[in-house]
């Protein structure tokens, strides 16, 4: 458990506001994807009330951080600007409901608690962020850029690994 462990639901009731810088070396999931562990993210996170009254956690992580190219195998720095808004519910069972009456692909429905981890949000959004097939834009030597491919929703994706 991190110093940034929250009460979720009453983080959002009292629409409290979070805000940190995280070194990339601290996370080690994110550590593990990254082609070395400098650099740092910085993150903030806004509590409030979808508009059916639900408890709503707004969150931006923004940093950059080293991966290698999988076309030229060199190592580029990748910019990370993601933001998620996540509606809070009290269980899988509510996720589920939840997810398919409001049917908005602009926000995710996570299970909150009273104990949740706010670098474990930060550093789920900054995993979702990275593109599966990390490659410059322009090698260096000059290859052709391949366009990207349209993504899934970050937490859909994650869903889907836990699966
Ligand atoms: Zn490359």
Redesign the pocket.
């Known amino acids: 458990m991190s110093a940034y462990t929250i009460n979720a639901f009453e983080f959002c009731r009292l629409a409290e506001s979070a805000t940190g810088t995280t070194p990339v070396a601290e996370l080690p999931r994110l550590c593990a994807d990254v082609h070395d562990n400098k650099g740092e993210l910085t993150w903030s996170f806004q509590g409030g009330r979808h508009s059916e009254g639900l408890a709503q956690l707004s969150l931006a992580v923004s940093g950059e951080v080293s991966l290698v190219?999988q076309?030229?195998l060199?190592p580029?720095n990748q910019s990370i600007n993601a933001h998620s808004r996540l509606v809070l519910v009290a269980d899988e069972e509510q996720a589920e409901e939840v997810e398919q009456r409001l049917d908005d692909e602009n926000l995710d429905v996570i299970v909150g608690s009273a104990v949740m981890d706010l670098l474990v949000l930060v550093e789920d959004e900054a995993l979702l962020s990275l593109p599966l097939s990390p490659?410059?834009d322009v090698?260096?030597k000059g290859?052709q850029a391949v366009g990207d491919s349209k993504r899934e929703s970050p937490f859909a994706v994650l869903k889907k690994l836990k699966e």
């Open positions: 190219c076309r030229c060199t580029f490659r410059h090698c260096p290859a």
